[in-house]
């Protein structure tokens, strides 16, 4: 009998694209597998771009939002759905409410805050086993007291030339010219973003060696794009709140390069496989690496990062404003022939 399950999914771009290897194992371990996904809006055009996702499922509650009567009517929506098990990749108690009032006989995850009851196939973290946020997904994936299979693979994101090619005209953009594509933004805090400045100073760098920057970002990021095109003198191109998720991949796609902060699109890069560029301040490329074979690092390991934290607690922001332009573009031409090359599109 084909299995039916339902992947509670994380809320984050950058971990939706990081449980795309789950999605991947369940498969592996359940021929046949039909899976879904319940997903915030956001993060559903990745579930668009990953052939292992059979239907997604839009989590409509914002983070802290109670709402039981509106989680109850939603959970009597999948509750239609028949499926054999879920799997809770969210620790939160309220991630685990859904599938228990849905009645899906067999709940997985961790056992997170109080959520003894909610699952009834609990399994224990331990962090030094499984110290990256990949292999805490792919462990849920396995039977009980299991070792986790490796090795895992990388998230992979499809995108088609014709999609590509539509994005590009529908914007005005001449994708004939190398592109290095950059992500200045970072929706969880000042403190995973690398200076307006120093990504304006890369930007002249590159684009003196032939190559056009595209700058990626939501409309919250639209600002910050606007102060490194300025800056660097018209040499980078604010696409910044210009297209949706979908279109972003398409447009990063036809990149020769990524520079990106430790950020969801950081992680959107790596999974269309184009040569990366990862800044990291104040989180660790330890817990969330860009899962790529072709990634460059840059960290200065200062003694006070990685703290974690949103905001710099020492006002001072080290960790980012001494990691020069000149330390980056190495590191970018490390992945970059030095003689501009026709770009090629990835799928």
């Known amino acids: 009998m084909i299995k039916k399950l339902l992947v509670i999914g994380p809320s984050w771009v950058g971990d939706g694209v990081m449980a795309q290897p789950l999605y991947r194992r369940l498969h592996e371990r359940h021929p046949g597998l039909e899976l879904h996904v319940f997903a915030p809006a956001w993060t559903l055009p990745l579930l668009a771009r990953m052939p292992e996702v059979a239907k997604a499922h839009l989590n409509p509650f914002g983070h802290g939002q109670l709402q039981l009567r509106e989680r109850w009517r939603t959970a009597r929506a999948l509750h239609r759905e028949s499926f ?10 309220k991630a685990a409410l859904i599938p228990f009032m849905a009645g899906i006989p067999l709940r997985t995850g961790f056992t997170g805050e109080m959520r003894y009851g909610l699952l009834n196939d609990t399994r224990e973290l331990d962090e030094h086993e499984l110290p990256t946020m990949v292999e805490r997904f792919c462990i849920l994936a396995e039977a009980p007291r299991t070792a986790l299979h490796r090795p895992i693979p990388h998230p992979s994101l499809s995108s088609q030339p014709a999609a590509q090619l539509a994005v590009a005209q529908r914007l005005g953009l001449q994708p004939d010219t190398p592109i290095v594509a950059m992500c200045p933004g970072a929706e969880y805090g000042p403190a995973k973003r690398w200076p ?22 939501s409309a919250k990021d639209q600002q910050i794009g606007d102060a490194i095109s300025q800056l660097a003198d018209g040499c980078a191109l604010n696409l910044c709140g210009k297209t949706g998720l979908d279109e972003a991949i398409d447009l990063m796609a036809l990149a020769s390069l990524a520079v990106c902060n430790d950020s969801g699109l950081m992680h959107v890069a790596a999974a269309l496989h184009i040569p990366l560029v990862a800044l990291y301040g104040s989180s660790s490329p330890d817990f969330t690496p860009p899962l790529s074979d072709q990634a ?52």
């Open 84 to 93: 054999d098990q879920v799997v809770v990749l969210p620790n939160s108690l």
């Open 196 to 217: 307006q400045r120093h990504f304006a100073a890369l930007a002249k760098m590159l684009s003196a060696r032939g190559y056009q920057v595209w700058l990626f970002g």
């Open 296 to 347: 460059e690092i840059v960290s200065l390991n200062l003694d006070c990062s990685p703290c974690f934290e949103r905001n710099c607690p020492y006002q001072h922001l080290r960790c980012l404003e001494d990691m020069l332009p000149e330390r980056v573009l190495q590191s970018c031409l490390t992945l970059l022939d030095t003689t501009p090359h026709e770009t090629t599109a990835h799928k």
